[in-house]
């Protein structure tokens, strides 16, 4: 019943290292979103893409980037790690059809050190 | 962006009803009011969404007022596998190929009590 898979569970990184996060979903849906949480801070939006090869930059893009190479992935990347990219990261998909719920995976607690 | 608003936290005796509180009262009139609740550590999970009518699953029912400026979440029969904090969400349009993200806000943490 495993909708959005989220590559790594726990991570663990050193400053510098260039980090990739990987997000599947078997839904067939357009729309692909990776979220950061942190404490006092709820979720924000990191970057999204509508379509494959598509990317739109959401509210904190800074030191971020993204691949859709294949529309059931989409990846995160952390070209140089820094410890104040320490969170969890959070994969979603969604339809683009109004009225339709998004589905979450089970998020991925990165540590950088 | 619309913007909701929830308490911080809540309490509810297990067993009992519990009724989350949301207000929106930016939301603009096609936009559909989410919820989903996030359990320590996992990612959040689905429970219900509507536009204007009522609405009720498996898990919830959710009640908008008439001018949908607010809602509220019920949980029927409360278990302390209920305890979570519950987002209360508008899906807002990004750019122009119809995108949606979900704006998050800061979510009641509700406690079910034995």
């Known amino acids: 019943d495993v909708k959005v898979t989220q590559s790594s569970r726990y991570l663990v990184k050193r400053t510098g290292e260039k980090v990739f996060l990987e997000c599947v979903q078997d839904m067939d849906h357009e729309n692909m979103f990776w979220y950061r949480q942190d404490p006092g801070l709820g979720l924000r939006l990191i970057y999204f893409?509508?379509?494959?090869?598509?990317?739109e930059k959401g509210d904190i893009p800074e030191g971020y980037s993204v691949s859709r190479e294949k529309k059931e992935r989409f990846s995160l990347i952390l070209e140089s790690a820094s410890t104040n990219q320490t969170s969890m990261y959070l994969c979603?998909?969604?339809?683009?059809?109004?009225?339709?719920?998004?589905?979450f995976g089970q998020g991925t607690r990165l540590t950088v050190v | 962006d619309a913007k909701t608003t929830q308490p911080t936290s809540m309490d509810c005796a297990e067993g009992r009803a519990a009724n989350l509180p949301c207000n929106h009262s930016?939301?603009?009139?096609?936009?559909?009011v989410y919820w989903y609740r996030q359990i320590h550590s996992q990612g959040p999970q689905y429970i219900i969404h509507g536009l204007k009518n009522n609405e009720t699953n498996e898990m919830a029912s959710l009640i908008i007022t008439e001018d949908r400026k607010s809602s509220t979440l019920i949980l029927p029969h409360a278990t302390l596998r209920d305890t979570a904090v519950y987002y209360c969400?508008?899906?807002?349009?990004?750019?122009?190929?119809?995108?949606?993200?979900?704006?998050f806000g800061q979510g009641t943490r509700l406690t079910i009590n034995p």
């Open positions: 930016t939301i603009s009139g096609n936009e559909y």
């Open positions: 969400i508008v899906r807002v349009a990004v750019g122009i190929q119809g995108a949606q993200k979900l704006v």
């Open positions: 893409s509508y379509d494959v090869k598509m990317k």
């Open positions: 979603a998909s969604s339809l683009t059809v109004r009225g339709t719920e998004a589905f």
